[in-house]
T-cell receptor, first 115, second 109 residues
């Protein structure tokens, strides 16, 4: 079945530093990937849609200069949280569409803690 | 607009009890409907799905039926186990993927 690998699974960083999260589709090509953020005890909120070879589409209220998304290949999208602050601490999850099976496959998520 | 409304939790049940988690959706078009499960510290896993009206998705003893007339996709399980303790999300397709707020389930022995 379709597998999406997300790395790292958890990261702790100092305030002001940048963190990169990778999302890879392992056995299918994903022209579109999605990045979500999940606050404690809340649902997933779509942050942006990542399109291979073009700029990401950000949802309203998401700072594109803070959350940099790069989708350079059909199997890899990256989310970079720039100049991270404690309020950026959250659970970030990516997903990709496996059009062959018409399904959204999710990565295992990244727990970011900014101290 | 497109949305999903999900029963609020938390829900606490004894082992072998019957589970129902309600989910309704707004009916614009004919979305596919999903239930995802998130175990502690993990990402989302697809539990089951239904792509058209009257379809029944099932997996691991869980079931949900796509009810167009009531715009619902309630999750049920006849006998829950401690290992079912997790957060359950109802979701639908649309312009984007829409999730409910999640329902935390705790099953006690």
């Amino acid at each position: 079945g379709a597998v999406v690998s997300q790395h790292p699974s958890w990261v702790i960083c100092k305030s002001g530093t940048s963190v990169k999260i990778e999302c890879r589709s392992l056995d299918f090509q994903a022209t579109t990937m999605f990045w979500y953020r999940q606050f404690p005890k809340q649902s997933l909120m779509l942050m942006a849609t990542s399109n291979e070879g073009s700029k990401a589409t950000y949802e309203q209220g998401v700072e594109k200069d803070k959350f940099l998304i790069n989708h350079a290949s059909l199997t890899l999208s990256t989310l970079t949280v720039t100049s991270a602050h404690p309020e950026d601490s959250s659970f970030y999850i990516c997903s990709a569409i496996d059009r062959g099976n018409y399904g959204y496959t999710f990565g295992s998520g990244t727990r970011l803690t900014v101290v | 607009g497109d949305s999903v409304t999900q029963m609020e939790g938390p829900v606490t049940l004894s082992e072998e009890a019957f589970l129902t988690i309600n989910c309704t959706y707004t009916a614009t078009g004919y979305p596919s409907l999903f239930w995802y499960v998130q175990y502690p510290g993990e990402g989302l896993q697809l539990l089951l799905k239904a792509t058209k009206a009257d379809d029944k998705g099932s997996n691991k003893g869980f079931e949900a039926t796509y009810r167009k007339e009531t715009t619902s996709f309630h999750l049920e399980k006849g006998s829950v186990q401690v290992s079912d303790s997790a957060v359950y999300f109802c979701a639908r397709t649309g312009n984007q993927f829409y999730f409910g707020t999640g329902t935390s389930l705790t099953v006690i022995p």
